[in-house]
């Protein structure tokens, strides 16, 4: 089945940098547009970054494009998210996905804070 696990996240600092993780499985990697999503609390899920499938072609929220950077590594079957210059708005759990239709993983938790 489709599985997803996240992981990398943790504590930074605002101005700071954390890099995640997502290995995925059950599924044709190489052949899917990837995504990553972030929830806060009492908040609907929000796409922030996808990228196709030879990682060629990006697209970014407004509120993390040039500060984010997603990428892939289809021989590992492994999604990436670089994160830069954190803010405190940042801090959600984050999550990876081809889109909004098939099961999520358990995430993995940001957050920014002094």
């Known amino acids: 089945q489709v599985q997803f696990v996240e992981s990398g996240g943790g504590l930074a600092q605002p101005g700071g940098s954390l890099r995640l993780s997502c290995v995925a499985s059950g599924f044709t990697f190489s052949q899917s547009q990837m995504r990553w999503f972030r929830q806060v609390p009492g908040k609907e899920r929000e796409m922030v970054a996808s990228i196709s499938r030879t990682g060629l072609g990006t697209n970014y929220a407004d509120s993390v494009n040039r500060r984010f950077i997603i990428s892939r590594d289809n021989n590992l079957n492994t999604l990436y998210l670089q994160m830069n210059n954190l803010k405190p708005e940042d801090t959600a759990v984050y999550y990876c996905?081809?889109?909004?239709?098939?099961?999520w993983g358990q995430g993995t938790q940001v957050t920014v804070s002094s």
């Open positions: 996905n081809t889109g909004w239709d098939n099961p």
